[in-house]
């Protein structure tokens, strides 16, 4: 292994850039790559948005960080338009998606009053840190760093009924994505959210819905449980809700945010004014017209994987523009992300055999038309026959 001087925490593709604009980046050769990753699930306004440059560009002409200690304005506008968009009423800031859902895990027993079990979904993925990852219904994550936090319960993901034999009267919450990003773009059952809202209402347990992956426009609403038409009493984010400067946070109803008091929780950099400069800017420009936008794109991609009719693909499945392509055991999916980013496409893989694509709001229909084509070379040269 070549030293690189950083831990081997992650297994990189060699490939370095060195710009980007829009829904491109370029390698330190020059070749252009369409980012069809967006650094899983965060640039959605792509890299080197004018306006929301210049909202950050405004801010590091001024002040870069000041502390939670004090008021602040723009904090405060982010936190109601987040309040508004979710139909939840007050924000604590942090800086990225593990820690939204630590403080969600925190506010949730705090406001049990004793009650402390969290239930969460297996093959879910919450974060990495100690309480996150006790909440990642996924072993392979922990193995090797117990013990993990007291008190986590993992169920089938889309079994209500497993669900409901799985409260107690020790039950503070219950915490799931709507749809499994880092598990394999997992869809559960239709009504299986809005069934687990009406079963954490009858057992007075919080429901915790995490959009860390979903929220911030990827799947074509603000936040993807409002396809379900329901109001969950936490929400977590982090992602995309400042394209890429580090922000995270965690959504309360006003019953949950009534147990929280001056000291419960904190963060120095959490709510960093850059951060928020620019996620003011993303939230202002995730209108409904853009929000449509991201439904009809996803619905291009879609109906264009499902057009290439590959026999190798055994599920397409996602929502707006957060789509997983599941290929028949034998092909690798990381062997195809390979290949893509020799032909200047940018995608993610969950586990061996998925494929996750995950463009940017600003897509146009001649890139998608592009990387159709490029996929489906990339699947005929590994394959050996033509579609
Ligand atoms: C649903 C979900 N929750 C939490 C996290 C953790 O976010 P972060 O990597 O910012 O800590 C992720 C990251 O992939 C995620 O997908």
């Known amino acids: 292994m070549n030293y690189s001087g950083l831990l081997n925490t992650y297994s990189r593709y060699p490939v370095e850039f060195s710009a980007g604009s829009g829904a491109y980046l370029y390698d330190d050769t020059g070749k252009e790559y369409v980012d069809f990753l967006c650094g899983i699930a965060v640039t959605g306004f792509g890299h080197n948005h004018p306006e929301i440059k210049n909202a950050v560009l405004k801010q590091v002409d001024s002040f870069w960080h000041v502390s939670n200690l004090f008021t602040s304005t723009p904090q405060q506008n982010l936190a109601k338009k987040l309040a508004r968009h979710s139909g939840l009423d007050?924000?604590?800031?942090?800086?990225?998606?593990t820690e939204a859902v630590e403080a969600a895990i925190k506010f949730a027993r705090k406001w049990?009053?004793?009650?402390?079990?969290?239930?969460?979904?297996?093959?879910?993925?919450?974060?990495?840190?100690?309480?996150?990852?006790?909440?990642?219904?996924?072993?392979?994550f922990a193995e090797g760093f117990e013990p993990l936090v007291p008190g986590f319960k993992h169920v089938?993901?889309?079994?209500?009924?497993?669900?409901?034999?799985?409260?107690?009267?020790?039950?503070?919450?219950?915490?799931?994505?709507?749809?499994?990003?880092?598990?394999?773009?997992?869809?559960?059952?239709?009504?299986?959210i809005k069934?687990?809202?009406a079963l954490c209402s009858?057992?007075?347990?919080?429901?915790?819905?995490?959009?860390?992956?979903?929220g911030i426009g990827r799947t074509g609403k603000f936040f993807s449980y409002q396809h379900e038409e329901i109001i969950p009493d936490i929400v977590t984010v982090a992602k995309g809700i400042a394209n890429g400067i580090p922000l995270g946070a965690t959504i309360c109803s006003k019953?949950?945010?009534?147990?929280?008091?001056?000291?419960?929780?904190?963060?120095?950099?959490?709510?960093?004014?850059?951060?928020?400069?620019?996620?003011?800017?993303?939230?202002?420009l995730l209108d409904e017209e853009q929000l449509n936008n991201?439904?009809?794109?996803?619905?291009?991609?879609?109906?264009?994987?499902?057009g290439l009719d590959i026999p190798q693909i055994k599920n397409i499945r996602?929502?707006?523009?957060?789509?997983?392509?599941?290929?028949?055991?034998?092909?690798?999916?990381?062997?195809?992300?390979?290949?893509?980013?020799?032909?200047?496409?940018?995608?993610?893989?969950?586990?061996?055999?998925?494929?996750?694509?995950?463009?940017?709001?600003?897509?146009?229909?001649?890139?998608?038309?592009?990387?159709?084509?490029?996929?489906?070379?990339?699947?005929?040269?590994?394959s050996g026959k033509q579609f």
């Open 90 to 97: 007050s924000v604590f800031f942090c800086n990225s998606g």
């Open 112 to 140: 049990g009053k004793g009650k402390y079990e969290i239930i969460s979904a297996l093959g879910g993925f919450h974060g990495r840190t100690y309480g996150s990852l006790s909440a990642t219904g996924n072993y392979k």
């Open 156 to 192: 089938d993901y889309g079994n209500i009924s497993a669900l409901e034999a799985a409260i107690t009267a020790d039950t503070a919450a219950v915490i799931v994505e709507t749809i499994q990003g880092e598990g394999g773009v997992i869809t559960p059952p239709q009504n299986y």
């Open 195 to 197: 069934d687990l809202r």
């Open 202 to 214: 009858a057992n007075n347990v919080l429901l915790i819905i995490d959009e860390v992956q979903t």
């Open 255 to 284: 019953e949950v945010a009534e147990v929280i008091k001056p000291g419960s929780h904190g963060s120095t950099f959490g709510g960093n004014p850059i951060a928020i400069a620019a996620a003011n800017k993303v939230v202002d």
């Open 294 to 306: 991201i439904t009809e794109l996803g619905k291009t991609l879609m109906d264009g994987l499902y």
């Open 318 to 382: 996602g929502r707006g523009l957060m789509i997983g392509i599941e290929f028949a055991a034998g092909i690798s999916s990381k062997q195809i992300a390979s290949k893509l980013l020799e032909k200047g496409f940018l995608v993610g893989t969950s586990g061996d055999n998925v494929l996750r694509i995950l463009p940017p709001f600003i897509i146009t229909k001649t890139e998608i038309m592009k990387f159709l084509l490029a996929f489906r070379r990339v699947i005929s040269d590994i």
